[in-house]
């Protein structure tokens, strides 16, 4: 079965400072991972994937992820930031051999970024 | 581009009640699907659908009925509330791509309050 672990309920850094929310996975086989962020009152929006090549991939709003298949984790980070990134965070699963089959989400890394 | 369309935004119901969250997405995506948010416990998923006239369950699909007769609406019935389904419901919805890398597209929720 596949499964998302967000160890952190909560983060809390400084703006300015880098930011890192760790996710980690288990699947059978290969993993399609995703990161999706939750503005107060709102749906999810998607930040950005990782399906193959790069371990290191970009997203929206200057984040990136890094794919660490040795240590199945797939921590988001951010170089420096922002007030506005303050938000819910959600690492997501899928397994590529069950393509047909719906996406599994953590619980959710609440990122506070003070001023 | 109306997106995904959940309706309604809000309702409060009582024990026993029986109501229907609605779900339209105009993108012609083949995939949809229900979630449920509860603090400290993220996203888990419902029901999905692959296509009309096809549905799966996922994680916590007791107490929930769902049917697609079209590709448009992917509705989610509660056939008797119970307080324990008090909770914000997103509908989300993607294209079906072979590789299973699709991206979820999510309305802005509905919260449900079962007095």
């Known amino acids: 079965a596949q499964s998302v672990a967000q160890p952190e309920d909560q983060v809390n850094v400084a703006e300015g400072n880098p930011l890192t929310v760790k996710c980690t996975y288990s699947?059978?086989?290969?993993?399609?991972l995703f990161w999706y962020v939750q503005y107060p009152n709102r749906g999810l929006q998607f930040l950005l994937k990782?399906?193959?090549?790069?371990?290191l991939v970009k997203g929206s709003y200057g984040f990136e992820a890094e794919f660490n298949k040795s240590q199945t984790s797939f921590h988001l980070k951010k170089p420096s930031a922002l007030v506005s990134d303050s938000a819910l965070y959600f690492c997501?699963?899928?397994?590529?051999?069950?393509?047909?089959?719906?996406?599994?989400f953590g619980k959710g890394t609440t990122l506070s970024v003070s001023s | 581009n109306a997106g995904v369309t959940q309706t309604p935004k809000f309702q409060v119901l009582k024990t026993g009640q029986s109501m229907t969250l609605q779900c339209a997405q105009d993108?012609?995506?083949?995939?949809m699907s229900w979630y449920r948010q509860d603090p400290g416990m993220g996203l888990r998923l419902i029901h999905y659908?692959?296509?009309?006239?096809?549905?799966d369950q996922g994680e916590v699909p007791n107490g929930y009925n769902v049917s697609r007769s079209t590709t448009e609406d992917f509705p989610l019935r509660l056939l008797s509330a119970a307080p324990s389904q008090t909770s914000v419901y997103f509908c989300?919805?993607?294209?079906?791509?072979?590789?299973?890398?699709?991206?979820?597209?999510f309305g802005a929720g509905s919260r449900l309050t079962v007095l």
């Open positions: 989300a919805s993607s294209y079906l791509t072979l590789s299973g890398a699709n991206v979820l597209t």
């Open positions: 699947v059978s086989g290969n993993p399609y």
């Open positions: 990782y399906i193959t090549g790069d371990n």
């Open positions: 997501a699963v899928r397994d590529i051999n069950q393509a047909g089959t719906a996406l599994i």
């Open positions: 993108m012609n995506h083949e995939y």
């Open positions: 659908s692959v296509g009309a006239g096809i549905t």
